[in-house]
Every structure is written in structure tokens, then in C-alpha cells.
């Protein structure tokens, strides 16, 4: 059994501690202290980081005996059992947990105290927090879960630390009931929440600065609510202003002008999409005339065979506008390498363009398919020539 430090001062830094096992376990090196401030991950809380012994901790482990087991570098081979080790925590990330751990208490409880929604579960994640609601709340229920979190951070209150057997806490009026047995280390943040937690926190609510809540999704019949607190809440407005700044910046217009701006933005990009859609059906049906005209006489039909520098919705555009005429076979192949193929051919002609198309990958590699009228394929290698003599081979042999 290791003696858990941070439950009682989540504000211990640094400690010393006596090495009671020593030993290799999957290729790691474990250490387990008779005492300890390293926060194992538990409770949708991640482990703690540091040094022990100079060493870097890299995780943190709650072992099924009630020790606690740290994994250090593998360089730790110097630790032996009996040795007394020098702890220290990585403080800027132990105090980040806390403001978000804390924050997580005091905005569960105020949606709870305000709209009788229960938090079912909690992840205290890298760059965000979230909590997943019993039922969806509306944006104005949000904004004053938000508000009332806030008013409870701003007042300052102490967030002490009870504890209690089972018993009697089931007859004190948690948040939301443990299922833990024996004695439970109670959250109690003043007037407002109390909640059976293993975490560490904040002596204070004013030390978790702000809870701003970010996103907000539907997620398994309820919904999950992203947050952030303190150093981080500050984070994210430092990069929104920056990101606004620059948008700003770029279209030259004040901040609260910005979103018609954009949406002005929209409307002619939409516009400019229609033109070019409309252009490009127009050069379309242009080079299909030519290329049309210029078609071979074959047994198959009158074929087009051409290397066409595009991608696959311009080759299929060319394609479908010459066959929209009457005994036309086409072939087009992309120039660039591997090579795109798009074989049509009009209703009236017997030739199936699945089938070319096939033949065509079994020449050439690559994948691919499509219906008789008209197929096509990707990642074919070979020249764009070697291709379409391949395809002028085949096509000769159909009759029409």
C-alpha cells in the first residue's frame, strides 16, 4: 500500500520517499515508494510526470494491491529496494489538471443544480476537457451553466477535502452516488458541491480562474460539452484573437463586420463556382466537336482516342459530351502518370465500356470499373500512348 501525498496536499511539489519494490515488468522498469505525490490516471484524471531519483517518470500506474507504481526511463537500473528517492512533480501540468479537475466539479454541479442533468462521465484530455451529459441542453441552458460556474469560481470559494465511510455518505447530499465501499475522499466546494473524488484540486475556486465552455455535440443520446479552465481557457483566447486578428487583417473590416463580410465572401465564390461550371460545359462541348470531327472510322464505331490533360470529372465531361451524339466510341487518357482512362460510348453502339476498361487494367494495372455506357480506371502504368494503341487494338476487333 503506497501513501498517497496528493490526498491530502494536491500542492506538494516535491518529497522523499523509500523504494519497497524494484523490477522489470514488460520491458519497463517499475518502482514502487512507500510514499507518494504522483497522481496515477484514475477517474478520467491523467497520471502525473516528473523525476524520481533525477529520473523522468513516464506514467504513472494504480496497482490492484492499492500501491502505486511508477515507470521510469530504463536507465533506472541504480534504484534498489530500500533506497530513499527524491520525488519531484512536473508542477505547470499537475496544477493544469487541478484547475480542470475542479472546473469539471463546479460545471457539473451548476448544470445539475440548475437544469437536474447528471454528468456521466469526465476526460481530462491534453488540450481539452468534456463532460457528457444525461440529456442535451439548450445554447441558453450552456451559456447559463456557464455564467453560474463562474459565479462560483469568481466567489472564491474553499474546496476542502472529508472523508466519510459508505454509510454515511449515502446520507449526505453527494452529486451523484459512489459505489465505492470503505471510507471515500470527499470534494467539498463551500455551498455548492459535494462529490466523492480521488483527484487532485484546488484549495480554492478562484484558482481555477475561468471554465469557458467550447464545443458542444450530440453524443450517445446526451451530449458532450467541451471546457476549458484557467491557463488553458486563456490559451484558447489567445488563439482565437490571433485567428481573428488575422481574418481582420486580410479583409479589412472590423471585428463585428466580419461575419458579413464572410458571408459575402460565400455568396460570390458561389457565384464564381456557377460561372466556371457554366464555362467549363461550354469548352466542353467545344472540344467534343472537335474532337468529334476529327474521330477515326472504325468497326466498333467512329472512335476518339486522346491524351487530354485533366482529371477524371473533366475527362468524364468530355467523354459524355461526345457521345451524347450517335456512333461514337471514346477513349481519353490523362497525361500524367500513372494514368487515368475513361472509356464511353453513345446508346447506339454494341461496345462495352466495362469491358475495355477491364481489358485495360489487366494490360496496364491499376483499378477501376463502371457500367457499359461508360467506365473508367486509375493507376494505370503506362504511356498514355501505350494505352490508347491498346485500347485502338481492341476496339478493332468488335464489330459494330
Known amino acids: 500500500m503506497t501513501d498517497r501525498l496528493y490526498y491530502a496536499d494536491a500542492y506538494c511539489r516535491e518529497f522523499s520517499a523509500a523504494v519497497t519494490r524494484a523490477d522489470r515488468r514488460e520491458g519497463r522498469t517499475i518502482v514502487v515508494l512507500d510514499r507518494t505525490a504522483f497522481y496515477p490516471t484514475s477517474g478520467g484524471q491523467p497520471f502525473d510526470t516528473g523525476t524520481l531519483a533525477a529520473l523522468p517518470v513516464l506514467d504513472v500506474l494504480d ?27 512536473d ?7 487541478m484547475q480542470q479537475h475542479t472546473g469539471q466539479h463546479v460545471l457539473s454541479a451548476a448544470v445539475d443544480r440548475l437544469f437536474g442533468t447528471r454528468t456521466v462521465s469526465f476526460h481530462l484530455g491534453r488540450d481539452a476537457s ?22 462560483v469560481v469568481w466567489e472564491n470559494r474553499p474546496v476542502a477535502i472529508r472523508y ?14 459512489s459505489q465505492r465501499e470503505g471510507t471515500l475522499r470527499l470534494i467539498d466546494i463551500d455551498g455548492f458541491d459535494l462529490s466523492a473524488c480521488g483527484g487532485t484540486h484546488v484549495d480554492r475556486t478562484g484558482a481555477i480562474g475561468v471554465i469557458a465552455i467550447g464545443s458542444v455535440e450530440r453524443f450517445k ?3 458532450r460539452v467541451e471546457f476549458f479552465c484557467g491557463g488553458r481557457a486563456l490559451g484558447q483566447f489567445r488563439a482565437m484573437r490571433d485567428t481573428l486578428a488575422g481574418a481582420v487583417r486580410l479583409l479589412s473590416v472590423l471585428p463585428e463586420e466580419l461575419p458579413g463580410a464572410v458571408d459575402r465572401l460565400l455568396s460570390e465564390a458561389r457565384d464564381q463556382l456557377r460561372l466556371v461550371a457554366a464555362l467549363r460545359q461550354d469548352l466542353a462541348s467545344y472540344r467534343a466537336d472537335e474532337m468529334a470531327a476529327a474521330a477515326e472510322p472504325a468497326a466498333a464505331g467512329r472512335l476518339v482516342l486522346r491524351v487530354v490533360d485533366g482529371d477524371a470529372n473533366v475527362l468524364r465531361s468530355l467523354a459524355s459530351a461526345v457521345v451524347s451524339r450517335p456512333g461514337f466510341v471514346v477513349v481519353l487518357v490523362s497525361s500524367a502518370r500513372p494514368a487515368l482512362v475513361v472509356v464511353a460510348r453513345s446508346p447506339d453502339r454494341p461496345v462495352s465500356a466495362h469491358d475495355v476498361v477491364k481489358a485495360l487494367i489487366v494490360a496496364f494495372g ?35
Open 366 to 400: 491499376g483499378r477501376g470499373g463502371g457500367k457499359p455506357e461508360l467506365a473508367q480506371a486509375g493507376g494505370l502504368d503506362g504511356s498514355a500512348d501505350d494505352i490508347l494503341a491498346a485500347a485502338r487494338r481492341l476496339l478493332s476487333t468488335i464489330p459494330g
Open 91 to 97: 508542477w505547470p501540468r499537475r496544477f493544469d489538471h
Open 221 to 223: 443520446g446526451g451530449q
Open 164 to 177: 466519510a465511510t459508505a454509510q454515511d455518505a449515502a446520507k449526505l447530499p453527494l452529486r451523484k452516488e
Open 63 to 89: 496497482e490492484d494491491d492499492g500501491s502505486v507504481a511508477h515507470v521510469l526511463d530504463d536507465h533506472a537500473g541504480t534504484v534498489t529496494v530500500g533506497q530513499t528517492i527524491h520525488g519531484a512533480i
Open 130 to 151: 468534456t463532460i457528457d451529459l444525461s440529456r442535451e441542453l439548450s445554447r441558453d441552458e450552456i451559456a447559463a451553466a456557464e455564467t453560474e460556474a463562474n459565479r
